[in-house]
Nanobody
Framework: QVQLVESGGGLVQAGGRLRLSCSAS????????MGWFRQAPGKEREFVAG????????HYADSVKGRFTISRDNAKNTMYLQMNSLKPEDTAVYYC????????????WGQGTQVTVSS
């Protein structure tokens, strides 16, 4: 079973940037399409961005398109989310897991990393 650990969150002003990392244990990470998700207080967890196993195909939620970039380094078992032009509405706990659009299975959710954007 793959274990996921998210990091890189923090407090940033609107318009700022952050880079999140998702580190995965296990040798099967590179076999899976992966994604980033977020959950704001009082809201359901939502999909943010996804990337296929090779890293050549990506897709994004409309709310982050043009501002966020997902990438992965399979040699390091790590996935990234570069977040630019952050808005207060991006405030949430960010998680990584398999991309439900392409993967039939999912891993146990990690602790997530808190992103707070001040106005």
């Amino acid at each position: 079973q793959v274990q996921l650990v998210e990091s890189g969150g923090g407090l940033v002003q609107a318009g700022g940037r952050l880079r999140l990392s998702c580190s995965a244990s296990g040798r099967t990470f590179s076999s899976y399409a992966m994604g980033w998700f977020r959950q704001a207080p009082g809201k359901e967890r939502e999909f943010v961005a996804g990337i296929n196993w090779s890293g050549y195909s990506t897709h994004y939620a409309d709310s982050v398109k043009g501002r966020f970039t997902i990438s992965r380094d399979n040699a390091k078992n790590t996935m990234y989310l570069q977040m630019n032009s952050l808005k207060p509405e991006d405030t949430a706990v960010y998680y990584c897991n398999t991309d439900p659009m392409f993967a039939a299975t999912s891993f146990a959710w990690g602790q997530g990393t808190q992103v707070t954007v001040s106005s």
